[in-house]
């Protein structure tokens, strides 16, 4: 069975740090990977996501994520953090079967 | 634009009660899915449903049923609820993830309590 791997399950930062979460994934076929976010007291959304094609993929609010093949790996970046950016996120994989397997989610504070 | 609902958003219970929690979209969607969120466990899938009708289990599906007559409806029951059911469910719907490449669009969750 596949498994999602989030290094982190808190981290706390200033304003204008950049922000890198982690993401490992162990399923070895054709995957499809997500991030979503869940902000305090809303629904969990969609941030991005990568099938195929360029592995750099941009997606909201200045979040970008980098898919290695050979690391199973897709961190999630961004340069420069907001307090807004507070929120828990997660990592998500599908198989070609369309079963979304989540990480257990990495809690981010960011402090003004 | 009601998109995706639940209901109730808070729920206490005790132990050995039956409990159903709603769910309902008003996009057509096709498929729907119950997640529970745990602690350390991220959300884990319970039950989907590819269309009315049509159910299948999903990573934690014990002491669980689901039905889905309607596209727009989703509910689930916890037949007799248990302590480790305390949880937060989460319903979402995709218009087609047959292929796993649809965005999921979720609700905003039920905080159920056990007792």
């Known amino acids: 069975a596949q498994s999602v791997s989030q290094h982190n399950h808190h981290v706390i930062l200033s304003e204008a740090a950049s922000l890198e979460l982690g993401c490992n994934y162990s399923?070895?076929?054709?995957?499809?990977l997500f991030w979503y976010v869940q902000y305090p007291g809303q629904h969990l959304q969609l941030l991005l996501k990568?099938?195929?094609?360029?592995?750099l993929v941009k997606g909201i609010k200045g979040f970008e994520a980098e898919f290695i093949k050979s690391k199973f790996s897709f961190n999630l970046r961004k340069p420069s953090v907001q307090w807004s950016d507070t929120a828990e996120y997660f990592c998500?994989?599908?198989?070609?079967?369309?079963?979304?397997?989540f990480g257990a989610g990495t809690q981010v504070v960011v402090t003004p | 634009d009601a998109g995706i609902t639940q209901s109730p958003r808070y729920k206490i219970t005790e132990t050995g009660r039956q409990v159903t929690l709603m769910c309902h979209q008003t996009?057509?969607?096709?498929?729907m899915f119950w997640y529970r969120q745990d602690l350390g466990h991220g959300l884990r899938l319970i039950y989907y449903?590819?269309?009315?009708?049509?159910?299948d289990k999903g990573e934690v599906p014990d002491g669980y049923v689901v039905s889905r007559s309607k596209t727009e409806n989703f509910p689930l029951t916890l037949e007799s609820a248990t302590r480790s059911q305390t949880s937060v469910y989460f319903c979402?719907?995709?218009?087609?993830?047959?292929?796993?490449?649809?965005?999921?669009?979720f609700g905003p969750g039920t905080r159920l309590t056990v007792l």
């Open positions: 979402a719907s995709s218009l087609d993830s047959h292929v796993g490449r649809d965005t999921q669009y």
């Open positions: 399923y070895g076929g054709t995957v499809n």
């Open positions: 990568y099938f195929s094609g360029d592995p």
């Open positions: 998500a994989v599908t198989d070609s079967w369309g079963k979304l397997q």
């Open positions: 996009w057509s969607h096709s498929y």
């Open positions: 449903s590819a269309a009315a009708d049509i159910t």
